[in-house]
């Protein structure tokens, strides 16, 4: 359970052993593979921790080169991938939980994205060249809280900052515009007014975004639909006609009742989100889908999600349920039930949800081995008896019995 710290804005230092993370098997490898003296953990694990809200993924700063590191790693015997070792990254990786450990490094010269770097040993200039004041805060291994930019009041007030001036961080990379809606979305959009700076920055800069990989809008965006104030922001980005260079303006309302069902039944799923925000005819989602490039495993999942089955409601009687169980799978339904959701109705659908957690569709009885064995060819025929076999035990409501079934096939003459 992670701790509730009383004034952020105050903090000097925090008892280490508090941070579940930090105390992991597999950070504390890291830790002594690396040396506590060389690094501090920075970006969202630090942020996250202070806030008192769980830590996925943990980014550290070292003051050794990336050439160090990836030795220092091999001879730990941990798994090193050199993710952007030319700017100082690379991607420790310990039982599957991924750290990225980057060398101090502060920014020589920036074209628009990427930046050459030069690595430093100034803990200082390294935080100069991050996006906001909360992302600069450093925490070295024995609890210690480094804040060069007032990162820690930023923090408290929900305030998202620039470092430095925002047109030029902006002009030195645009998906810090994305950033900043993202975490807008996720402290809070109130404290928006205290920050017109900012936002007229980003808005000035909006058209800038064209230039960005798609890739990089993805995560940003994945991460901005999950925000807590996401509809929010959502709108203001739309009003301010930021949202344009990402995708296609949408219509509010179906995103607002999606997240009310959402909050209702304690659940998000950001596929689900995503769909409502998408354009609504199919040809303008491809051309929305490719902007964001989702993996084909994400597409297939998000093109299999766009038309649910109306049948499939909170109060969907048991024959409609087992039907469609067995047609969709449990996961998809659940999907479906919540995408076919009114707010009003989340009772209902909270007693689904927990029913479809043990629920079993029903299992086709009938292989193909079945009638292989009864003497029919493998082959497109035997696909489509099997494929009838199936519609007729669907149509009965899953009744008809195994022997009955085979005794619908006529087996062909055998010589
Ligand atoms: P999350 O919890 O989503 O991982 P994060 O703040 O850790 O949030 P990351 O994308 O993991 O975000 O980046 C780690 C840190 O690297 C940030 O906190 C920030 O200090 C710095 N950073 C990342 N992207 C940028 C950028 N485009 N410009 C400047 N600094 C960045
Ligand atoms: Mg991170």
Redesign the pocket.
């Known amino acids: 359970m992670a701790k509730l710290y009383q004034d952020i804005s105050k903090i000097k230092k925090i008892d280490p052993l508090e941070l579940d993370w930090l105390t992991l098997a597999e950070t504390r490898e890291i830790v002594d593979a690396l040396g506590a003296e060389n690094l501090r953990f920075?970006?969202?694990?630090v942020?996250?921790s202070l806030l008192g809200l769980p830590v996925?993924?943990v980014?550290v700063a070292v003051t050794l080169p990336p050439e160090e590191v990836m030795e220092r790693l091999k001879f730990a015997k941990i798994k090193a991938i050199p993710t952007g070792i030319e700017h100082g990254t690379v991607t420790a990786i310990v039982d599957q939980q991924p750290y990225?450990i980057t060398t101090l490094r502060h920014d020589v010269k920036t074209h628009g994205r990427h930046a050459d770097v030069a690595f430093t040993d100034s803990w200082e200039d390294d935080a100069k060249?991050?996006?906001?004041t909360m992302?600069?805060l450093y925490l070295d291994d024995d609890g210690n809280i480094y804040d060069y930019f007032d990162g820690l009041s930023d923090l408290a007030n929900g305030h998202v900052k620039f470092i430095g001036d925002a047109n030029k961080r902006i002009e030195e990379?645009a998906?810090?515009i994305l950033?900043y809606f993202r975490f807008l979305a996720r402290f809070g959009i109130a404290s928006i007014n205290d920050d017109a700076e900012g936002l007229d920055a980003v808005v000035s800069n909006a058209n800038k975004l064209t230039f960005l990989s798609s890739e990089r809008i993805r995560e940003e965006l994945k991460?901005l639909l999950l925000g807590k104030d996401c509809a929010a922001v959502l709108a203001l980005m739309m009003e301010k006609g930021v949202w344009r260079y990402i995708l296609p303006d949408f219509d509010m309302e179906p995103l607002r009742r999606l997240l009310a069902v959402e909050q209702a039944i304690g659940e998000s799923d950001v596929y689900l989100r995503l769909i409502r925000v998408l354009p609504k005819k199919m040809g303008d989602i491809r051309e929305a889908v490719k902007r964001i490039k989702l993996s084909n495993a994400e597409m297939a999942h998000l093109m299999g999600l766009l038309h649910p089955d109306p049948r499939i409601t909170a109060d969907m009687d048991e024959i409609v349920l087992r039907e469609t169980s067995y047609r969709f799978g449990i996961e998809t339904l659940k999907s479906f039930a919540i995408l076919n959701s009114e707010p009003e109705m989340a009772d209902k659908l909270k007693e689904l949800l927990s029913k479809l957690d043990g629920y079993e569709p029903p299992k086709f009885p009938i292989r193909g081995r079945d009638l292989i064995d009864m003497g029919l060819q493998a082959g497109p025929e035997m696909g489509e008896l099997l494929l009838m076999l199936e519609e007729r035990w669907i149509e009965s409501n899953f009744l008809i019995s195994r022997d009955d079934l085979l005794g619908m096939v006529t087996a062909p003459n055998l010589h």
């Open positions: 920075v970006g969202g694990a942020r996250d996925t993924d980014d990225e060249r991050r996006d906001f992302n600069a990379d998906l810090r950033r991460k």
